[in-house]
């Protein structure tokens, strides 16, 4: 069944289906809270996912400048000349330990905070040290070492489950393969191992956040005035169909895409003598003293004009950018390589003229490009599982991580859920028990417990249990059965 045929047979059991919106997003809400709770809430087989993580092998530059910073107690940090740290966007997050500055409070390990040119970065002290200005207003030569810690999972990852090493390079042993044992903080504390031991991992330790009480992205939601959209006249090539939009502002930090903001709605008019297109104004996070809170847009399509098309799909404008010949440094230009990129200090941006090779004003071609962008993962929240090896590998090679993942919000009718065709009806029963639990038909609701109860159990004998796998001797018969195995509630 499709959300469409979900909600259908939600209504016949009711005997409700009202044409009144706030009805149809009550059901809406509440079948999507049990699917979310259903697919997430037990290791299903459904429900797991495998993938691989490259790990990165510590970098060490021995040129760095560290330059005074104004105001002096600002929390990040500006380092220059760090070409081989900061030409890579993929470390920020990293942990960067300072070794021969001058004075010893300028010495310890660092977050990266920010890649502000492919030569400079920005890094502000762990929180459990003393963030303090640099004591001293220049020092040359400075040695430091970029260390990947933490690795970060995939923001749709609930729990991760498994972690083991596949490299398909490595054809004999000894290589960095096999699995790798889970500990907990407290097994990971009483064997105290060193943070900085280097080789193939044996051990790995879950975090559902930073550890230490650091900064996360999560710390920074996007408040209201925070984005801003004008209608500003362009190129024809690059004019947007004329129509209602919904922009959407989410803060990076650290490489991390954090909570969403509410929508901002504008109307874009647009002809071919006057072709207009979206113009955004963000607030300077750079005033605050912290660098590294870059911004990331969404949008969706309330309406077109001409074809009264729209959806409620939020689309990630960033990721769908082409290529534009401006600068190409973060804080630089509107477009860094091929994403559409808006930076921590610049407080205007405008949709580069190439975005998705000129939108067009045709009315039929723009929509169809509109159209494409992807929807975005709606589970951007701010909270992101990490995990640590140990020991931890200093070169570059693939993890296998496996965890329960979480499904996209069913949206449309046409959505499907991401769970087998047997498990369906037990969305449909559970989302009865709520909604009749909550008009007090108490019967009802008990009678369509019952009956996802029943479902839930008969989902367990088949989606907690691996298949089964027969072992056949040869030669060997014994009545009209064979020897197999059973794998029950393995995660």
């Known amino acids: 069944m499709n959300f469409g045929n979900v909600k259908n047979m939600i209504f016949s059991i009711t005997d409700y289906s009202p044409e009144v919106d706030a009805y149809q997003e009550e059901v809406d809400r509440i079948a999507n809270e049990v699917y979310h709770t259903f697919f997430s809430s037990r290791p299903w087989t459904f429900a797991q996912k495998e993938i691989d993580i490259y790990t990165q092998a510590d970098i060490t530059v021995d040129n760095g400048t560290i330059t005074s910073t104004s105001p002096a107690n600002r929390p990040s940090k500006f380092i220059q000349g760090v070409g081989a740290i900061a030409a890579d966007l993929r470390n920020e997050g990293s942990i960067i330990q300072v070794l021969n500055a001058t004075s010893d409070n300028d010495n310890g390990e660092y977050f990266l905070d920010s890649c502000d040119s492919t030569t400079d970065i920005w890094v502000s002290k762990k929180a459990q040290y003393d963030s303090q200005a640099w004591t001293i207003s220049q020092i040359l030569s400075l040695e430091l070492v970029c260390k990947q810690r933490y690795i970060t999972l995939p923001p749709d990852c609930v729990e991760p489950l498994s972690i083991t090493l596949r490299d398909p390079s490595v054809t004999s042993a000894p290589g960095p393969f096999g699995p790798v044992q889970e500990l907990s903080r407290r097994e990971d504390d009483g064997s105290s191992l060193w943070l900085d031991s280097t080789g193939t991992p044996t051990e790995w330790i879950p975090y559902d956040n930073l550890p230490g009480g650091e900064l996360d992205v999560s710390d920074f939601p996007p408040l209201p005035g925070d984005l801003a959209v004008n209608v500003v006249p362009c190129i024809a090539a690059a004019a947007w169909p004329s129509g209602t939009y919904n922009f959407y502002l989410a803060y990076r930090f650290r490489g991390r895409i954090g909570p969403i903001g509410k929508p901002v709605q504008i109307v874009i008019t647009s002809s071919a003598l006057a072709p207009t297109k979206p113009q955004f104004v963000t607030r300077d996070t750079t005033l605050s003293g912290l660098s590294g809170l870059k911004k990331h847009i969404f949008f969706n399509i309330e309406e077109f004009t001409a074809s009264g098309y729209g959806d409620t799909l939020i689309r990630d404008m960033n990721d769908w950018s082409h290529d534009l010949a401006v600068p190409s440094g973060p804080g630089l230009g509107d477009i860094v390589g091929t994403k559409f990129y808006v930076p921590d200090d610049n407080i205007i941006i405008n949709v580069g003229d190439d975005y998705l090779d000129g939108v067009s004003f045709d009315p039929a071609l723009a929509e169809y490009k509109l159209r494409s962008v992807p929807r975005a993962p709606d589970f951007s929240e701010g909270t992101y599982w990490r995990i ?58 008990e009678m369509y417990r019952r009956k996802a109860d029943n479902e839930e159990k008969a989902i367990s004998q088949r989606w907690l249990t691996q298949r089964a796998a027969n072992y056949i001797k040869k030669g060997f018969t014994s009545m009209s059965s064979r020897p197999f195995r059973r794998l029950v509630y393995v995660p």
């Open 388 to 445: 640590r090896l140990s020991p931890r590998p200093n070169f570059y090679m693939p993890v296998r991580v496996r965890y329960i993942r979480k499904p996209n919000t069913l949206i449309a009718d046409e959505d499907t859920p991401e769970c087998p065709p047997d498990t369906h009806r037990y969305i449909v029963y559970r989302a009865c028990e709520e909604i009749f639990t909550k008009h007090n038909a108490l019967d009802q609701a």
